[in-house]
């Protein structure tokens, strides 16, 4: 399983969210740092797309690990969780296996 680390601790808007995202998944340069963004370049994991750093094999996912989450906003917790849901979603409905599991140490 691909791995992905961010530190909730030092995330505590949006913007740095956008920003920690960008560096440790890969994103490419013109990232416009939106939440519509960041659920466009995860739901291309299995694609050629180069979406991200990550290329997913059929069955392989990739963890996204928050550690120290307690310290992130909440809402913007909750919003990260629904989009992943909502991401796994969309590969289900390609007939794909999900390509998301999020951590939240």
């Not at 739901?43 to 550690?67: A, G, H, Q």
Request: glycine share 6%; charged share 25%; aromatic share 8%.
């Amino acid at each position: 399983m691909a791995i992905a680390t961010l530190n909730g601790a030092v995330i505590g808007d949006a913007a740095a969210f956008h920003a920690a995202c960008q560096a440790e998944l890969g994103f490419p340069a013109g990232y416009s740092a939106t939440i519509d963004a960041w659920v466009d370049c995860l739901s291309y994991l299995r694609d050629e797309d180069n979406m991200t750093r990550f290329k997913l094999k059929p069955n392989e996912m990739l963890e996204i690990v928050i550690t120290d989450a307690a310290q992130m906003p909440a809402e913007l917790l909750d919003e990260i969780r629904f989009c992943v849901g909502g991401i796994n979603e969309r590969y289900d409905d390609y007939g794909e296996r999900p390509a998301l599991k999020l951590t939240l140490r």
